[in-house]
């Protein structure tokens, strides 16, 4: 017997092995992995359950495949909901103050003419942190862009009943009664206890870092998406699957990307039991294109604006829902 047909009848044996655990299954799949790619099998072929990262920050680009998860760039009618909103807060628009100015060495937000609202002084001075510290080193300064984060999503009375903002929310992705994914978004809002939009904001050194391996931070945005999704079908507390839709914001240092991703029903029903094999689910981008800093800048009157507008018809479409 060749020593490759003992290999794949080793592997066969340990996979059959009723008594593995399948905890150890998984702290065995790094082996697994480079065991099969010894064997020549395809990625596709060889990638099971064992093979998911435990942890979303992990996920690359064929994880997501793995959950017949696809991205596409669309337009701003697919991601946003087409509602009109009269609530916008123009006070944070703020024409004059661009991404020249919150980098000029003299900035002092106290000097500003035209500013009269104290919550827009101090959220232009959050933009000017994050601006100044935008090119430091790795991990400097994501605390800078928590901080605006927080405060934008508050702008738009995404914390007032019965939506509610939670702060690195624990959420777990069950699959075949398992805990297989672990994640911790920066930001879940909830309409009650129904998580319905997810925020992950990171520093641009380190999206850059991780680069096309991570689709600048989408693949964690995936799989954020799908843990929220699995814990509102748990909250149900019965055996009902219903379609879901979740909205996503990424953002990279001061550039906000919308996603909006509607996931059937038949889908949550096949992954309850396994890897999905027949169903799918795309997540929708806009701005359609991806990059580091291809979403709208907040530094920038123009992008402060989109992302106020689109964040405030998010939230009327949430409230006209039922509850």
């Known amino acids: 017997m060749s020593q490759t047909s003992k290999k794949r009848k080793a592997s066969e044996s340990s996979s059959a092995a009723p008594q593995q655990p399948k905890r150890l ?34 996920f690359k ?24 909103v009269t609530t916008i807060p123009q006070e944070y628009i703020l024409d004059g103050i661009n991404r020249s100015l919150l ?13 009269s609202d104290d919550d827009a002084k101090t959220f232009i001075d959050k933009l000017h942190d994050i601006t100044e510290n935008s090119l430091e080193a790795v991990g400097t300064s994501e605390t800078y862009t928590d901080s605006l984060v927080d405060d934008l999503l508050r702008v738009v009375r995404l914390n007032t009943w019965p939506l509610k903002i939670q702060n690195h929310p624990p959420c777990k992705l069950v699959i075949d009664g398992e805990t297989c994914v672990s994640s911790e978004p920066e930001f879940v809002v909830k309409k009650r206890n129904f998580a319905l939009i997810v925020v992950d904001d990171k520093h641009l050194k380190n999206v850059k ?37 979740i909205w996503a914001v990424r953002v990279i240092s001061t550039y906000v990307t919308f996603y909006k991703a509607e996931i ?9 039991d396994g890897l999905p094999q027949e169903q799918s689910f795309e997540i929708q981008r806009w ?30 479409s949430l409230l006209r829902e039922g509850a």
């Open 25 to 58: 299954a998984r702290d065995d799949s790094v082996l697994a992995e480079a065991t099969s790619s010894k064997l020549g099998l395809s990625s596709t072929s060889s990638y099971s359950l064992v093979n998911l990262p435990s942890s979303a920050s992990k």
């Open 61 to 84: 680009k064929r994880d997501i495949e793995a959950l017949n998860i696809t991205f596409r760039g669309a337009s701003e009618n697919d991601v946003i909901p087409s509602v009109e």
């Open 103 to 115: 980098r000029s060495p003299d900035f002092n937000v106290g000097n500003l003419e035209g500013v």
């Open 209 to 245: 870092k991780a680069g096309l391996a991570t689709k600048f931070g989408e693949t964690q945005i995936a799989i954020e998406i799908l843990a929220c999704g699995s814990e509102n079908t748990r909250s149900l507390e019965k055996e009902i699957y219903i379609d879901q839709t």
């Open 264 to 272: 059937p029903a038949p889908y949550w029903k096949e992954l309850v």
């Open 287 to 316: 701005p359609p294109d991806n990059g580091l800093t291809t979403g709208f800048d907040l530094s920038e009157p123009d992008g402060r604006r989109a992302v106020l507008t689109a964040l405030s018809k998010i939230r009327e």
